[in-house]
């Protein structure tokens, strides 16, 4: 390189013809390159826009940062638990999350934000190639150890070699993770097309590099885990009982990303095998917050002396989140739900407005898209931007997703749905089975026989009506209801026919769609591509809603992955509902006022006047 102010060398005079020696007076400046575009540093990211809160905001609005800490609080869950290890394929984990504190926290009234947490600061490349995390120094783990970079790259490093599959999908686009000093850590990406990156890597826990030592990830956990979280593991039976004691010198808990939040004194979590048992126990003052998800029992269950005496409290608070997709899903590994007019036809055989009317009281909406109650959501035929994504794999694709508006079929709701059933019958034809005998059987005879596997006994009232419509079309089809540890292993494994998932959505959908249905994910254990699809179509399009690089973009590549997955008729799509039920001994104290997540129970608190009350209720027998 040429430094400025020397004569040109005689070599390359020759090489350039007769040119008069050039004075560094008079030599043309070089162009000044331009500045590189600097780094943005932040105290929070939102993936579209920026934040609503500003950087000194002192608690998120829905809490009350004078709330009293203190009190015990008992849930219910359904089911068992047998390890402290969330994070791995091996073993079914207590609700033990709030142990890790993560880099950056959420609001449960923003639409995909984190506020710094673990971190003060947030570095986004200009060229979106990097996050870096620059960590608090007053951060500790329960034992007094600092959290460093240095455990959020081993965590994230377990995480990936050794994590449930998922883990592999959402950071699939990090190149490597480096550490820059004992507080900055730093996550090197692919390339700058994965927009949500920064927020993924920010939902990261931090756990402790030096209690793992010696420790095997991938095993259930049986110790109580180290953290730096605000509560810690107490008292515990596996399967039965778990106790989460608050840690009364939480090192956040002045954080504006804390106050107000993880007030009770001890969250105690009692393990019920039966739901009915659980209302049961609620009822009886033995549970102390209930969310409530089955309308039958919403509807017809709560009308009992504590809530007729005020001393329970019941009410539907509005959620404004996307409600994604529950489903019946057909695991097309197995050979007779490969063909897709026989998924169709199981769609054509369920009678939601039957279940509708005659089980629910009414009170749901049927769900037609994997992104309901977004933008995201397919209607009506594809848009010309949506075209321009389709049009390459027309001839991989069904007719319909170009021609035809999805819709489900809707019946009169009496119970007889003939219409449907034609249906479902000829396209069943078409795929190659035929009614001889009572029996739908293939070519070579055999009746198409298949299980519906659940977890939960309370799901039975609504598969067995649809069990019965399929059996008057000649399948032999049964229901199968184990616990929910079998449950996990099974599935983890894809060891079943049907089953009931929820694909739940968020409103900027991204790197989980990898995971619920790429190819890839299809091969990996513990996935949540329950449906088995592995379609060269769908991959393409999960990677253009990953790489979207606008808000239009993406919900372009969204809406055409939509209706792509349903035209494909993997699960037979059930209902949603835009509230959140919740029931509750009068003894919390909450600040009342509408937030997205409708309820975020983390925020509410013992209220020591109106717990007094009500104990004093329940030792006399109310």
Request: with cysteine; net charge negative; glycine share 8%.
């Amino acid at each position: 390189m040429q430094r400025r102010g020397l004569l040109l060398t005689l070599p390359a005079l020759l090489g350039a013809g007769y040119a008069r020696p050039v004075r560094a007076d008079d030599a043309p400046a070089p162009a000044t390159p331009p500045a590189a575009a600097a780094p943005t540093r932040t105290y929070g990211l939102a993936l579209v826009g920026d934040p609503k809160l500003p950087a000194d905001f002192t608690h998120f609005p829905y809490c009350n940062p004078d709330a009293p800490k203190g009190g015990e609080v008992v849930l219910a869950a359904l089911g068992s638990y047998d390890s402290f290890n969330p994070f791995i394929v091996r073993g079914v984990a207590g609700p033990v999350g709030v142990v890790w504190d993560t880099l950056t926290r959420a609001s449960a009234d923003e639409p995909d934000t984190g506020y710094g947490h673990l971190a003060h600061t947030i570095e986004v490349g200009a060229d979106k190639t990097y996050v870096a995390f620059e960590l608090r120094p007053e951060a500790k783990f329960h034992d007094g150890m600092p959290v460093t970079a240095d455990d959020v790259a081993w965590t994230f490093d377990a995480l990936r070699e050794k994590g449930r599959p998922y883990f592999r999908q959402y950071y699939a686009d990090v190149a490597k993770v480096t550490t820059e000093g004992p507080l900055r850590v730093v996550f090197h990406f692919k390339g700058g097309g994965n927009r949500e990156l920064p927020q993924i890597l920010g939902q990261l826990s931090a756990l402790p590099k030096h209690w793992w030592e010696g420790r095997d990830f991938a095993a259930p956990l049986n110790d109580p885990p180290l953290g730096s979280g605000p509560y810690k593991v107490g008292r515990h039976e596996f399967g039965r009982t778990l106790v989460m004691d608050r840690v009364a010198d939480y090192w956040g808990r002045d954080l504006p990303t804390a106050k107000g939040l993880d007030n009770f004194g001890s969250i105690r979590t009692e393990y019920y095998r039966d739901a009915t048992v659980a209302l049961q126990a609620f009822k009886a003052g033995q549970v102390d917050f209930r969310h409530e998800n089955i309308s039958r029992v919403w509807a017809s269950e709560y009308d009992f002396p504590a809530l007729q005496k005020g001393l329970v409290k019941k009410r539907a608070f509005d959620e404004r989140l996307p409600t994604g997709m529950q489903g019946f899903v057909m695991n097309t590994r197995r050979p007779i739900f490969k063909d897709r007019r026989v998924r169709e036809a199981m769609t054509q055989a369920f009678d939601f407005e039957w279940e509708n009317k005659n089980l629910f009281f009414g009170l749901y909406t049927r769900t037609s898209s994997y992104f309901s109650s977004s933008d995201f959501a397919s209607s009506g035929l594809p848009s010309v931007d949506e075209l321009a994504l389709l049009e390459p794999f027309r001839d991989k694709l069904p007719d319909e997703v170009f021609s035809k508006e999805f819709t489900l079929p809707v019946t009169d709701g009496s119970g007889n749905n003939r219409e449907g059933a034609k249906r479902a019958l000829a396209l069943l034809r078409e795929a190659g089975w035929d009614v001889k005998e009572r029996k739908l059987v293939d070519a070579s005879g055999q009746q198409m026989t298949f299980e519906i596997l659940l977890d939960d006994p309370t799901f039975e009232r609504i598969t067995l009506p649809y069990v019965q419509w399929l059996q008057r079309l000649g399948m032999d089809v049964k229901v199968r209801t184990v616990d929910s540890a079998q449950y996990q292993r099974v599935t983890d494994e894809f060891d079943f026919d049907m089953t009931v998932n929820v694909y739940g959505e968020s409103d900027s959908p991204g790197n989980e769609q990898a995971d619920n249905w790429t190819s890839d994910a299809a091969k990996e254990s513990g996935s949540n591509n329950l449906a088995g699809a592995s379609d060269p179509v769908v991959d393409a399009l999960v990677a253009k809603v990953i790489s979207a690089r606008s808000r239009e973009a993406l919900i372009t590549a969204t809406r055409a992955l939509d209706r792509v997955l349903l035209w494909n008729w993997y699960v037979v799509p059930h209902w949603h509902l835009q509230s959140y039920w919740a029931a509750w001994w009068d003894r919390f104290g909450f600040v009342d006022r509408p937030i997205r997540a409708g309820v975020d129970f983390n925020a509410w608190w013992v209220d020591p006047a109106l717990a007094a009350k009500t104990d004093a209720a329940r030792q006399s027998g109310l």
